[in-house]
């Protein structure tokens, strides 16, 4: 299958500061890509939705200042925690689809811990 | 009702047994199934991705699919303490749509 690399897997910051995860797809070019939330014992909580060039779709509830998303090429997406607060420590997944061969899978990144202290 | 309903368990079962894991749908447009699997603290990983109604096989598992019931399955033989893990049952509508609907999940143990 196809290859989602997410970085960094943990992230430890002060509250205030802002966090960047990047979310890259190896070996395909990823028209869209998702960024989810999980909590412990939870399932996949959908965030947002980008595609390449153009703003991200958030869903209802997730403050698109507070979560910034960029999708600046077909295999790079980027979230940006603003102003963290302790509130945020959650861990945070992103998915990527292609398009033709690829099929209608998602394939997923290693996901990203972030603890805000 | 969810669109996707899934048994969160938890499930345990010995080793060499048959797992079955299930989930309900309500929105008939969904025309993708697929299964994760996830480890603790690790993205989800692809298992089984079915299109069609009836069964697929890959190695030791295999997804079965009944669009009239709206119902899916994952079944594990020879399950192994390896298989233990979150297994989530995703879907959606038509191909041009990326976004997928998941379930809980179900937290499987398989005890050696």
């Known amino acids: 299958g196809a290859v989602v690399s997410q970085h960094p897997s943990r992230v430890i910051c002060k509250s205030g500061t802002s966090v960047k995860i990047e979310c890259r797809s190896l070996?395909?070019?990823?028209?869209?890509m998702f960024w989810y939330r999980q909590f412990p014992k939870q399932s996949l909580m959908l965030m947002a939705t980008?595609?390449?060039?153009?703003?991200?779709?958030?869903e209802q509830g997730v403050e698109k200042d507070k979560f910034l998303i960029n999708h600046a090429s077909l295999t790079l997406s980027t979230l940006t925690v603003t102003s963290a607060h302790p509130e945020d420590s959650s861990f945070y997944i992103c998915s990527a689809s292609g398009t033709g061969a690829l099929g209608p899978e998602a394939f997923f990144g290693q996901g990203t811990r972030l603890t805000v202290v | 009702q969810k669109e996707v309903e899934q048994d969160p368990g938890p499930l345990s079962v010995p080793e060499g047994a048959i797992v079955s894991l299930n989930c309900t749908y309500s929105?008939?447009?969904?025309?993708?199934f697929m299964w994760y699997r996830q480890y603790s603290r690790k993205g989800p990983e692809l298992l089984m991705y079915?299109?069609?109604?009836g069964n697929k096989e890959d190695g030791r598992f295999t997804a079965q699919v009944d669009k009239s019931s709206k119902y899916i399955s994952l079944f594990i033989r020879d399950s192994q303490p390896s298989d233990s893990a979150t297994y989530l049952c995703a879907m959606k509508s038509g191909a041009g749509s990326y976004q997928l609907t998941f379930g809980k999940g179900t937290k499987l143990s398989v005890i050696p």
């Open positions: 929105n008939s447009a969904f025309q993708y």
């Open positions: 079915t299109y069609s109604s």
């Open positions: 070996d395909f070019q990823a028209t869209t």
């Open positions: 980008s595609n390449e060039g153009s703003k991200a779709t958030y």
